[in-house]
């Protein structure tokens, strides 16, 4: 893998938790369970500005202590982030590039995007079906693959992902996931 990003390639998570409002108060459950080292995703798009603010302070105390990187999703910029999931559309957050960015990837538009905006991270998804999109049609895992294989960055897979899952598949380096980490 050709590497032309500004993050150190072993300096990226391997292995996310993807927050959203479904998570409740399990997400604290899911963060203990995060191995060191481990990556967060900030998603809790619906959730008040001023009460979305409060709990991602909060998540960044918890992840600072317990060796964890916090990335925002969305387009509010929230103090102290150690980076950001999604690509900037044109005309959008341009400027100086602060800590990590992370890429969704359900497509090649977003694959070449992904590319040339030089994210640290791709998140191929989703690999299989799952909860956050009910009714959604998943990649499958050939898709996935090929949509992986073509990305000179640390390659994510996310999508009805568990361990168990990410262990059966070639050409990821890590995986994300919400229930997974929720689970008994």
């Not at 998570?23 to 191995?35: H, K």
């Not at 619906?46 to 990335?71: D, H």
Request: charged residues 30%.
């Amino acid at each position: 893998m050709q590497r032309r990003h500004p993050i150190a390639t072993d300096r990226v998570p391997r292995v996310w938790l993807m927050t959203d409002e479904r998570t409740g108060d399990g997400l604290w459950r899911a963060v203990r369970r995060l191995p060191r080292g481990g990556g967060i995703v900030f998603r809790h798009y619906a959730t008040p500005l001023a009460e979305r603010r409060r709990l991602f302070a909060r998540l960044r105390r918890v992840a600072i202590a317990r060796g964890l990187v916090l990335v925002r999703a969305g387009a509010t910029a929230m103090r102290g982030e150690m980076g950001r999931h999604g690509l900037a559309e044109k005309g959008g957050e341009g400027g100086l590039r602060r800590g990590l960015l992370t890429a969704p990837v359900h497509d090649w538009r977003e694959a070449k995007a992904a590319r040339r905006q030089r994210a640290d991270s791709a998140f191929v998804s989703p690999v299989f079906t799952t909860r956050s999109h009910p009714g959604a049609g998943a990649l499958g895992v050939r898709r996935a693959t090929r949509l992986a294989r073509g990305l000179p960055m640390v390659r994510v897979a996310l999508g009805g992902m568990t361990a168990r899952r990410f262990r059966t598949l070639h050409g990821f380096d890590g995986w994300a996931a919400i229930d997974a980490w929720l689970g008994d």
